[in-house]
């Protein structure tokens, strides 16, 4: 029997073209010069795309050209690289690779708090500069005594959650629904928490339903010692409005690891001595790339052994036929 046909978009890491290349005869949409000849030749052949958010977004230009494509396995936990609303018209399942990052990504957040309050980055830069021959590096701001605020108690909120407790400060988190589970206080509006917090730690998803959830006068809540970590998506902070309130006063500083149009940062930003700036880093550990990398191989092996999808997003719910 002849092995299905996938398309992967953009390079993946090793571990997923081995493993692809091994169950399944395996096309490389990047290296198509002509793509639109390409796709019009083997695109009806095509039953599953392995994607990630290096290829752009997955949308009906894609699903268009490839009819009997019946799943999506798309790399990293946020999926707003994949139109879902047109899979789901289309019968396809979407799968993406939650849990495998979620200490990674936790581990990286209290990392990126730390180093934007204690300005560890910007004294490095100083010792290297030279000028702690000259003279002690400023006192800096503290996490003691502070109450931090996560927008988006969700897996990886949790496990951000579980070692703020280690660092003896108050937590609170704000969702779309409280959760009877946690001991954390919940607050409904997220500029009540903005105003009860002079930390906000941002893990929602991405896309239309959270984009610039974090805007002006939620900053103006958070106050003038007040700390934003984005570890989510760009679009889930106006970042217009931060660097106003980076610049005015409004709050004390920031924490990013995402921005509105990655990989280009806004060069104010840049310029900015008092902000701590990561490029998308947050899963990016060798040890669980590769255990994001493995999960999307096997989502598509799972499901072309008829074993349906290990991980399918719920705007795609796989029911058993
Ligand atoms: O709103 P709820 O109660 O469903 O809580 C979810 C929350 N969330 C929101 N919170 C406030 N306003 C919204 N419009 C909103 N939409 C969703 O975000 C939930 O607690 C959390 C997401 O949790 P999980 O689905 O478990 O996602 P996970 O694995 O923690 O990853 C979060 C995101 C990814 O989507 C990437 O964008 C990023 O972290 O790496």
Same mark, same amino acid.
């Given at each position: 029997?002849?092995?299905?046909?996938?398309?992967?978009?953009?390079?993946?890491?090793?571990v997923?073209?081995? #493993?692809?290349?091994k169950?399944?005869?395996l096309?490389?949409?990047?290296?198509q010069?002509?793509?639109?000849?390409?796709?019009?030749?083997?695109?009806?052949?095509?039953r599953?795309?392995?994607? +990630?958010t290096?290829?752009?977004?997955m949308?009906?230009n894609?699903?268009e050209?490839?009819p009997?494509l019946?799943?999506?396995? +798309?790399f990293?936990?946020?999926?707003?690289?994949?139109?879902?609303?047109e899979?789901?018209?289309?019968g396809?399942i979407?799968?993406?690779?939650?849990d495998?990052?979620?200490?990674?990504?936790?581990?990286?957040t209290?990392?990126?708090?730390?180093?934007?309050?204690?300005?560890?980055?910007?004294?490095d830069?100083?010792?290297?500069?030279?000028?702690?021959?000259?003279?002690?590096?400023?006192? +800096?701001?503290?996490?003691?005594?502070r109450?931090?605020?996560?927008?988006?108690?969700g897996r990886?909120?949790?496990?951000?959650?579980?070692?703020?407790?280690?660092?003896?400060? +108050?937590?609170?988190y704000?969702?779309r629904?409280r959760?009877e589970?946690?001991?954390?206080?919940?607050?409904?509006t997220?500029?009540?928490?903005?105003?009860a917090?002079d930390?906000?730690i941002?893990?929602?998803p991405?896309?239309a339903?959270?984009?610039?959830?974090i805007?002006?006068?939620?900053?103006k809540?958070l106050?003038?010692n007040?700390?934003?970590?984005?570890?989510?998506?760009?679009?889930?902070?106006?970042e217009?409005?931060l660097?106003?309130a980076?610049?005015s006063?409004t709050?004390l500083? #920031?924490?990013?690891?995402?921005?509105?149009?990655?990989?280009r940062?806004?060069?104010?930003l840049i310029?900015?001595?008092?902000v701590v700036?990561?490029p998308?880093?947050?899963s990016g550990s060798?040890?669980?790339?590769?255990?994001m990398?493995?999960?999307?191989?096997?989502?598509?092996?799972?499901?072309?052994?008829?074993?349906?999808?290990?991980?399918?997003?719920?705007?795609?719910?796989?029911?058993?036929?």
């Amino acid at each position: 029997m002849s092995k299905p046909e996938i398309l992967m978009t953009a390079p993946m890491m090793p571990v997923v073209i081995e #493993a692809l290349d091994k169950a399944f005869t395996l096309h490389r949409l990047w290296e198509q010069a002509d793509r639109a000849s390409f796709l019009s030749e083997v695109g009806p052949r095509i039953r599953g795309v392995a994607t +990630s958010t290096l290829f752009g977004r997955m949308d009906a230009n894609l699903f268009e050209p490839l009819p009997n494509l019946e799943i999506v396995s +798309s790399f990293g936990v946020g999926y707003d690289n994949v139109d879902v609303t047109e899979a789901a018209k289309r019968g396809v399942i979407v799968t993406n690779t939650p849990d495998v990052l979620n200490d990674e990504v936790a581990d990286l957040t209290l990392g990126l708090l730390l180093a934007t309050l204690r300005k560890i980055p910007q004294a490095d830069r100083y010792l290297r500069d030279g000028k702690w021959l000259k003279a002690s590096f400023p006192l +800096s701001a503290t996490l003691r005594t502070r109450k931090v605020g996560i927008v988006g108690l969700g897996r990886i909120g949790k496990a951000i959650a579980r070692r703020l407790e280690g660092f003896d400060v +108050s937590i609170a988190y704000h969702g779309r629904t409280r959760q009877e589970d946690v001991s954390y206080t919940y607050y409904p509006t997220l500029i009540g928490m903005a105003e009860a917090c002079d930390v906000l730690i941002v893990i929602t998803p991405g896309g239309a339903g959270t984009r610039h959830l974090i805007n002006a006068d939620v900053l103006k809540a958070l106050g003038p010692n007040g700390v934003l970590i984005n570890v989510a998506r760009g679009s889930v902070v106006d970042e217009q409005a931060l660097i106003e309130a980076l610049k005015s006063g409004t709050i004390l500083s #920031a924490g990013l690891d995402v921005y509105d149009d990655e990989p280009r940062v806004p060069q104010e930003l840049i310029d900015m001595e008092h902000v701590v700036l990561l490029p998308h880093i947050a899963s990016g550990s060798v040890h669980t790339r590769n255990a994001m990398g493995q999960l999307v191989a096997d989502n598509l092996i799972a499901w072309f052994e008829g074993k349906g999808p290990l991980t399918p997003v719920t705007e795609t719910p796989y029911t058993k036929t």
